[in-house]
């Protein structure tokens, strides 16, 4: 594949090589392998956390 072809396929695909569902499947066990806990709610004080850390 040239390198340009990869580039667009990379950029049409966001860079995933999975399906939606597979990748949210692949992610998830990967962020529970490392103890990311999965919240399902928005937490504020967390939220201004980051975005203080951020800059």
Known sequence: MLRLEAITQTM???GRALE????KKYMRGLSQAVGVKEETKFNRDKFEQLRAFGG
Request: net charge negative; glycine share 0%.
């Open 12 to 14: 049409a695909t966001n």
């Open 20 to 23: 939606d569902s597979e990748q």
